[in-house]
């Protein structure tokens, strides 16, 4: 069957025509699990058994270090349970003898007493045995997950940025996140594989012991049953990723239709009804895999009961026979039932949970994966440490390419920032001023040349101190989704966040004003979405990053773009307090497009394409007779848009004069 993408209708194999339509074609996140696809089909029985210790180790080494004593309580309850398992079946056979010895009824239930008793205190400690092992799974399950996260997180939060921004460590680090989770349920699953195998174990001893026939017996009675678990096992798993596309983007359909920012649009371009249809196209498709899957189960349980039936047909007419011939008494032949139905309990179950141990196992070892990668690519934690007072911050012949780029973003770039000044950073769109503050702060390191801090280069240096040094308002600065309170105290997170700390910075910035509008003052919440959540404008956000940036009192202060979205008023007060902080000792650097702004810096620096066009005094590159013209022609063009010719009093663009007497040219 085909569909159309009007109808919203699919073909049974291949992307729905929703999907077509709406993402291009079949719907694949560039999820790390993808690559586990052929991986985990390609496993035989035998290969799944013979890496299994492995993946076992790797489940408890991670439980072992969430809650030793929780995880020992699993291990001595499950290895607990699995014993009584096996006294309990050996107690059975004793108590049946007594009870189908010759002699009086009396007699033979007196004898069979404590058999009994046995029997019955077994089953009680199977079950105290099974709630202190489901208590502490109970305990360790979420503790797993949270060790597993924390180690990952915390690794990944040390990479270099080079890392972050790279698509491979962003496919591991998604797959990772799958990985906590399979470490959660590995423990589980762990568990529930020593009670199967402890359990087996004992039956097939009890059985051997019994009579040695009803061993092989056994094995085919549960083959059927194992071999219908793995297949089901392998079909959803198959099913699972083919079709979590599907569910995904039903679901992305489903949000999008209650997002915030679609909502205008939504209503009032009619939207609703045609991401409505599309939904159903979508889940339509999941739900005929669902029903696709379901037929199968039952085939395959169907044919694996019949073989089952079959091979309990077998077993117990061999029983009846081993009786008949009189090899075997009537009481080992009820154990030896017993016995077959807790084998062949057994054995499936363990089939069934090696599988799950097995493709959980994949997750995790993505996991563990990640955590090697982060730990290479982590900032290193030592070097050389920076002097107490650094004069000057210098490149040198500093030449960086980002990874993939074709040509570098900055070329043989020579800059000196002495300590105390407002150094100003200028050129148009993409010429390397945000790159250069990024080699600046430490958060790169250059491909040649080098950055200097005072005598201590960044690629040597200890970042952790270079970092401790910088306070930054970058242009993309992080709205953090918490109170205006923590996004203020996060420039400086381990410091106190009470009012009298958080006050000045709020009052440098004019974000104090911010504060005194908002509804619950610094404790609002500053996300959308939330109860007593509430938003800022663009303008009111930049303040509330220069706050952080002064909050932080980093001795080089780096300011990308500060006033892009704020009113006049606002952008010549925040100028003013950026001078006034330089005045104060400390280092500035100011990147920014508004041009009469850094009339007050002290040097200014003119990048074009990389590289350093032009650097001077304010006045030195205004003059003709000193600057390139990179500067003056491009402040003549922002200064003329200030003057038109209709406005009595202001000369026409044509007879603009500059600021150093020359005539501008457009
Ligand atoms: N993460 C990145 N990966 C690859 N290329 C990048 C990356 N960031 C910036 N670039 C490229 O490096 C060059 C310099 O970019 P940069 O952001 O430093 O310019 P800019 O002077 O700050 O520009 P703007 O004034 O627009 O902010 C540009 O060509 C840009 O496309």
């Known amino acids: 069957m085909t569909g159309s993408p009007e109808d919203g209708t699919s073909s049974e194999t291949g992307p729905s025509s929703s999907e077509t339509l709406l993402f291009g074609g079949e719907l694949a996140y560039d999820q790390g699990w993808n690559r586990h696809h052929d991986s985990w089909l390609k496993l035989g029985p035998k290969t799944m058994a013979l890496s299994l210790p492995r993946q076992v180790r790797v489940a408890i080494r991670l439980a072992h270090r969430a809650d030793r004593r929780a995880l020992y309580a699993v291990a001595v309850s499950e290895a607990g349970r699995g014993l009584a398992q096996a006294a309990a079946l050996v107690t059975v056979n004793a108590l049946l003898a007594e009870l189908l010895a010759p002699g009086a009824v009396?007699?033979?239930?007196?004898?069979?007493?404590?058999?009994?008793?046995?029997?019955?205190?077994?089953?009680?400690?199977?079950?105290?045995?099974?709630?202190?092992?489901?208590?502490?799974?109970?305990?360790?399950?979420?503790?797993?997950?949270?060790?597993?996260?924390?180690?990952?997180?915390?690794?990944?939060?040390?990479?270099?940025?080079?890392?972050?921004?790279?698509?491979?460590?962003?496919?591991?680090?998604?797959?990772?996140?799958?990985?906590?989770?399979?470490?959660?349920?590995?423990?589980?699953?762990?568990a529930a594989v020593v009670t199967a195998a402890i359990s087996l174990i004992a039956a097939g001893g009890v059985l051997v012991v019994l009579h040695w026939t009803l061993l092989p017996l056994l094995a085919a009675m549960?083959?059927?049953?194992?071999?219908?678990?793995?297949?089901?096992?392998?079909?959803?798993?198959?099913?699972?990723?083919?079709?979590?596309?599907?569910?995904?983007?039903?679901?992305?359909?489903?949000?999008?239709?209650?997002?915030?920012?679609?909502?205008?649009?939504?209503?009032?371009?009619g939207v609703g009804p045609f991401l409505?249809?599309?939904?159903?196209?979508?889940?339509?498709?999941?739900?005929?895999?669902?029903?696709?899957?379901?037929?199968?189960?039952?085939?395959?349980?169907?044919?694996?009961?019949?073989?089952?039936?079959?091979?309990?047909?077998?077993?117990?007419?061999?029983?009846?026979?081993?009786?008949?011939?009189?090899?075997?008494?009537?009481?080992?032949?009820?154990?030896?039932?017993?016995?077959?139905?807790?084998?062949?309990?057994?054995?499936?179950?363990?089939v069934v949970r090696v599988t799950d141990v097995q493709s959980e196992a994949l997750f995790v070892a993505d996991l563990e994966k990640l955590c090697e990668e982060a730990a290479r690519r982590a900032i290193p934690a030592t070097g050389q440490a920076l002097a107490e007072r650094v004069e000057e911050i210098r490149f040198e012949k500093v030449t960086f390419t980002y990874p993939g780029a074709d040509a570098p973003s900055l070329h043989e770039v020579?800059?000196?920032?002495?300590?105390?000044?407002?150094?100003?950073?200028?050129?148009?769109?993409?010429?390397?001023?945000?790159?250069?503050?990024?080699?600046?702060?430490?958060?790169?390191?250059?491909?040649?040349?080098?950055?200097?801090?005072?005598?201590?280069?960044?690629?040597?240096?200890?970042?952790?101190?270079?970092?401790?040094?910088?306070?930054?308002?970058?242009?993309?600065?992080?709205?953090?989704?918490?109170?205006?309170?923590?996004?203020?105290?996060?420039?400086?997170?381990?410091?106190?966040?009470?009012?009298?700390?958080?006050?000045?910075?709020?009052?440098?910035?004019?974000?104090?004003?911010?504060?005194?509008?908002?509804?619950?003052?610094?404790?609002?919440?500053?996300?959308?979405?939330?109860?007593?959540?509430?938003?800022?404008?663009?303008?009111?956000?930049?303040?509330?990053?220069?706050?952080?940036?002064?909050?932080?009192?980093?001795?080089?202060?780096?300011?990308?773009?500060?006033?892009?979205?704020?009113?006049?008023?606002?952008?010549?007060?925040?100028?003013?307090?950026?001078?006034?902080?330089?005045?104060?000792?400390?280092?500035?650097?100011l990147i920014t497009h508004r041009l009469h702004s850094v009339r007050e810096a002290d040097y200014i620096y003119v990048l074009d394409r990389g590289e350093v066009a032009e650097h001077g005094t304010f006045a030195q590159l205004m003059d003709p007779a000193t600057g390139t013209g990179a500067f003056r022609d491009a402040y003549e063009l922002q200064a003329r848009q200030f003057r038109s010719p209709s406005l009595p009093g202001q000369p026409g663009p044509e007879t603009v004069e500059t600021p150093a007497g020359g005539p501008a040219t457009a």
């Open 276 to 350: 409505l249809k599309h939904f159903r196209g979508m889940a339509e498709t999941s739900e005929r895999e669902q029903t696709r899957l379901a037929k199968a189960g039952m085939r395959i349980t169907l044919g694996a009961d019949t073989a089952a039936g079959l091979a309990a047909l077998a077993t117990y007419g061999a029983l009846g026979l081993l009786l008949w011939h009189g090899q075997t008494e009537l009481a080992v032949a009820g154990t030896a039932v017993l016995a077959i139905r807790t084998g062949s309990a057994g054995i499936t179950d363990l």
């Open 106 to 190: 009396e007699e033979r239930l007196r004898s069979a007493l404590p058999s009994m008793a046995a029997v019955g205190l077994l089953a009680v400690i199977g079950s105290v045995l099974a709630s202190v092992s489901a208590a502490a799974t109970g305990i360790l399950e979420p503790k797993t997950q949270r060790v597993a996260t924390e180690r990952y997180l915390a690794l990944v939060a040390r990479v270099e940025l080079e890392a972050v921004e790279d698509d491979a460590f962003h496919r591991l680090m998604d797959s990772a996140q799958y990985g906590a989770d399979s470490a959660r349920r590995m423990v589980v699953s762990c």
């Open 414 to 589: 020579d800059l000196v920032i002495p300590r105390g000044r407002t150094v100003a950073l200028v050129g148009p769109n993409g010429s390397g001023k945000s790159t250069l503050v990024k080699l600046l702060s430490g958060l790169r390191l250059p491909d040649s040349g080098q950055v200097l801090w005072g005598e201590v280069s960044t690629a040597e240096a200890d970042r952790a101190q270079v970092f401790d040094r910088v306070a930054m308002v970058a242009q993309d600065f992080y709205r953090w989704p918490f109170t205006a309170r923590v996004n203020i105290g996060i420039g400086r997170p381990a410091a106190p966040m009470d009012d009298e700390a958080i006050a000045p910075a709020a009052a440098y910035a004019g974000t104090d004003d911010i504060v005194k509008g908002l509804p619950r003052g610094l404790d609002t919440l500053l996300a959308r979405g939330y109860q007593g959540g509430q938003d800022l404008s663009g303008g009111q956000w930049q303040k509330v990053g220069l706050s952080r940036a002064r909050h932080r009192d980093g001795q080089v202060l780096i300011v990308d773009e500060p006033t892009s979205a704020l009113d006049p008023a606002a952008e010549q007060q925040v100028f003013d307090r950026i001078h006034r902080l330089a005045g104060a000792g400390r280092t500035t650097v």
């Open 222 to 269: 549960a083959a059927p049953r194992a071999w219908s678990a793995l297949a089901m096992a392998r079909h959803r798993y198959v099913s699972w990723h083919r079709f979590v596309q599907h569910v995904r983007a039903a679901q992305m359909i489903s949000r999008l239709l209650i997002d915030q920012q679609a909502a205008g649009e939504v209503r009032v371009h």
